[in-house]
């Protein structure tokens, strides 16, 4: 059986991290649509050219075929899109990080359930070479009782210039959530949680530095 499915954005999320892996399971996959606001060249690339590309986004949410929609824009807009889809009857899958806030992402899984669909965030560094090998070595229990996991993401690039955002552009929201995600899908949601997020090389800017610390009661 097919899946039906169509992408909301056009930028390296969608042609690096998704499109790759969905067009290598033409048996399983079929990219009906990609929406974009506005044309661009990489449309032109030969392995693209059974998908329709549209600025219309009724063009998705109005395709009776499509039955996942996944949405690779920026934090700002994942969840007046995902939202869109959802009331259309579509299954979501929506790039990291799902929403800038928590009652944002309670609202999506509410109306989700509501409507019998599914939606979910794309945590897909839990596919990654290492982090498999680790969650084996932990699962094999040859390690014995796991008492403390460290996982970092470290870059030494002083110069940073000027360049203001939000809270959802900085590194914890960038990085950090596949961090936090991974040590959650291994020994489940922690009992307590505290955190150290700022920026140190230009305050100007979002955050550039995280750490964050998840425990669980013995």
Same mark, same amino acid.
């Given at each position: 059986?097919? @899946?039906?499915?169509?992408?909301?954005?056009?930028?390296?999320?969608? &042609?690096? %991290?998704?499109?790759?892996?969905? +067009?290598?399971?033409?048996?399983?996959?079929?990219?009906?649509?990609?929406?974009?606001?506005?044309?661009?060249?990489?449309?032109?690339?030969?392995? %693209?050219?059974?998908?329709?590309?549209?600025?219309?986004? #009724?063009?998705?949410?109005?395709?009776?075929?499509?039955?996942?929609?996944?949405?690779?824009?920026? !934090?700002?807009?994942?969840?007046? $899109?995902?939202?869109?889809? +959802?009331?259309?009857?579509?299954?979501?899958?929506?790039?990291?990080?799902?929403?800038?806030?928590?009652?944002?992402?309670?609202?999506?899984? !509410? @109306?989700?359930?509501?409507?019998?669909? &599914?939606?979910?965030?794309?945590? #897909?560094?839990?596919? *990654?070479?290492?982090? @498999?090998?680790?969650?084996? !070595?932990?699962?094999?229990?040859?390690?014995?009782?796991?008492?403390?996991?460290?996982?970092?993401? *470290? $870059?030494?690039?002083?110069?940073?210039?000027?360049?203001?955002?939000?809270?959802?552009?900085?590194?914890? %929201?960038?990085?950090?959530?596949?961090?936090?995600?991974?040590?959650? =899908? +291994?020994?489940?949601?922690?009992?307590?949680?505290? $955190?150290?997020?700022?920026? @140190?090389?230009?305050? !100007? #800017?979002?955050?550039?530095?995280?750490?964050? =610390?998840?425990?669980?009661?013995?």
């Amino acid at each position: 059986m097919t @899946l039906h499915c169509a992408f909301i954005g056009f930028g390296k999320s969608t &042609t690096r %991290y998704h499109l790759p892996y969905v +067009l290598h399971r033409k048996a399983d996959w079929h990219v009906a649509h990609i929406f974009r606001r506005s044309p661009k060249p990489d449309e032109q690339q030969p392995q %693209y050219a059974h998908i329709h590309f549209t600025s219309e986004l #009724n063009d998705i949410l109005h395709d009776p075929q499509v039955k996942l929609v996944v949405v690779c824009t920026h !934090a700002d807009s994942h969840f007046e $899109y995902a939202k869109k889809a +959802l009331e259309a009857g579509k299954n979501v899958l929506v790039e990291k990080p799902f929403t800038p806030t928590v009652a944002e992402a309670k609202e999506l899984f !509410a @109306l989700a359930k509501s409507k019998g669909l &599914t939606v979910s965030p794309y945590q #897909n560094r839990r596919f *990654d070479a290492c982090f @498999l090998t680790a969650k084996k !070595a932990i699962e094999s229990g040859k390690l014995g009782d796991i008492v403390e996991v460290e996982s970092h993401f *470290d $870059y030494f690039r002083p110069d940073a210039p000027t360049q203001p955002g939000r809270p959802q552009d900085g590194a914890f %929201y960038g990085l950090g959530v596949h961090t936090m995600d991974q040590i959650i =899908s +291994l020994f489940g949601r922690p009992d307590h949680a505290a $955190y150290d997020i700022r920026s @140190l090389r230009n305050q !100007a #800017n979002p955050d550039d530095t995280f750490e964050a =610390s998840c425990s669980t009661a013995t």
